[in-house]
């Protein structure tokens, strides 16, 4: 009876360890088959920003990154190692990323050839294009990728000579921070158009973009505006509420109705903003605002509206204030029997029916057409400060201001979200927590220990 239980239960653990055994084989076939990994660090820091991630699915072929380092550093220690778990992020959302490294001690020719001067360098490869490295972090490494995937050379010029905005300036009212220095990151070339200097706008321009002329544009200029966009030029148009200085042909051009006022939205005060800020969170289907669901705002914006014309076709972009109105007694209204004021009277500022119009308003539109055997785009937006130095970093502005270059630069497929900062991981403790915890380990614990032990010793005794 007893050599009967005793076979059972062999029988019975044999099973069992046959059966956990089948158990780990499978998972390890099916670790080596399917990889998953979940990231739970406070901060994500070994994942990617789904932008980095998009980036890498546009890139077709594969990536070449050549290293340049010593197997030690006396600075940094092993850095081979820290490049290579770096890049192993990369490597998981795209495989075909290779990596390659080069001794500049052993293999000086090399380094030469390859105009090399810091140990650790990296030359990244795609395309036939390729890129040096000095510092590796997401959003360079991102940005890099970014620039060597545009299909070609791509030139950004903005109008100047008339006190407009400026793409490479440092001013408040100018572009230059974060959004000129964004375009340039992503592989745009800045330049200014005079055109009172140059014959026409040149032929190369991917993308010209027009900002609100202090001074009127002379009528010589306009016509080379014009031309321009006869020819099916691409165009960035950002019109501040106020008079137009001589832009008032484009304008007609465009078929485009630009009434005066700026639109007042009541829903900016829940946000603690004025309500001459206009503020986009829902965005009409469009190429530009593909996967884009951040806040936008828009200081003293204008309406926007047009004639129904078959040659174009019309995208609403941003429409706001569908609890608002667009007030004609703002900067730059011209409306009969108004007498214009500032913003900060426009705070208080009830609707007036007899001037006032109702919202929604709509404040951005993107326009198409063929022409000349090719798409010709353009964007309009009643708004030129969203993306100033001075209000740019509000929400989403300057990402939807790259999605708008982007895609009048027929580069939509490059339109994402740009990566986000790093979220603050730092704990800062007060003394009042600081004490209570220096208690609980020191005190609280041996106690708690000790009693726990006490119990144990107290039940065995009893029993």
Do not use: C
Not at 163 to 175: F, P, Q, S, T, V
Not at 266 to 281: E, F, I, K, Q
Not at 341 to 361: I, M, V
Not at 381 to 387: I, K, T
């Amino acid at each position: 009876m007893l050599r009967k239980f005793l076979t059972a239960q062999m029988l019975r653990n044999l099973l069992f360890v046959l059966l956990l055994s089948g158990i780990v084989f499978g998972l390890g076939y099916l670790a080596t088959r399917h990889h998953v990994q979940r990231d739970i660090t406070h901060n994500a820091s070994n994942s990617l920003e789904p932008a980095s991630v998009e980036v890498l699915r546009q890139l077709s072929g594969p990536v070449n990154i050549t290293v340049y380092a010593t197997e030690q550093d006396a600075r940094l220690g092993d850095i081979r190692k820290i490049i290579r778990n770096y890049l192993s992020l990369y490597q998981r959302y795209k495989p075909d990323i290779n990596l390659v490294f080069i001794d500049p001690e052993k293999e000086p020719e090399k380094t030469r050839a390859a105009r090399v001067q810091l140990n650790g360098e990296m030359v990244v490869e795609y395309a036939r294009r390729s890129e040096h490295l000095t510092q590796l972090n997401e959003q360079i490494l991102t940005s890099t990728l970014l620039r060597l995937a545009h299909s070609r050379d791509q030139t950004v010029m903005y109008l100047d000579g008339h006190g407009e905005r400026k793409l490479d300036g440092i001013a408040n009212h100018d572009l230059g921070e974060p959004f000129g220095a964004k375009l340039k990151q992503n592989g745009f070339r800045i330049n200014s158009l005079n055109l009172a200097l140059a014959q026409e706008v040149p032929n190369n321009v991917s993308v010209l973009v027009i900002t609100q002329p202090q001074l009127a544009l002379l009528p010589g200029e306009v016509d080379k505006l014009l031309r321009y966009v006869e020819r099916g030029g691409n165009l960035l148009w950002l019109v501040d509420a106020g008079p137009l200085h001589g832009l008032e042909r484009l304008a007609e051009k465009l078929d485009l109705l630009l009434p005066s006022g700026i639109v007042i939205d009541p829903t900016a005060t829940g946000m603690n903003a004025p309500v001459t800020w206009s503020l986009g969170a829902v965005y009409p289907p469009h190429a530009i605002t593909r996967n884009f669901n951040l806040i936008t705002a828009f200081p003293a914006a204008r309406p926007l509206s047009w004639s129904e014309n078959p040659d174009w076709q019309h995208s609403v972009l941003v429409e706001v204030a569908a609890r608002g109105w667009v007030s004609r007694s703002g900067p730059g209204s011209n409306a009969p029997g108004t007498k214009p004021r500032d913003e900060n009277h426009l705070s208080g500022h009830p609707f007036d029916k007899r001037h006032d119009t109702p919202g929604p308003a709509i404040i951005a539109v993107a326009l198409q057409r063929n022409i000349n055997d090719r798409e010709q785009r353009i964007v309009v937006v009643g708004n030129g400060a969203f993306l100033a130095n001075s209000f740019a970093g509000n929400g989403g502005n300057v990402d939807l201001g790259v999605n708008m270059v982007n895609w009048l630069a027929s580069e939509e497929h490059l339109i994402t979200l740009q990566p986000r900062a790093a979220k603050d991981s730092n704990l800062v403790l007060g003394k009042t927590q600081l004490t209570a915890i220096g208690i609980g380990f020191l005190l609280g614990l041996p106690l708690l220990l000790a009693g726990v032990g006490i119990r144990i010793w107290w039940k065995r005794r009893r029993a």
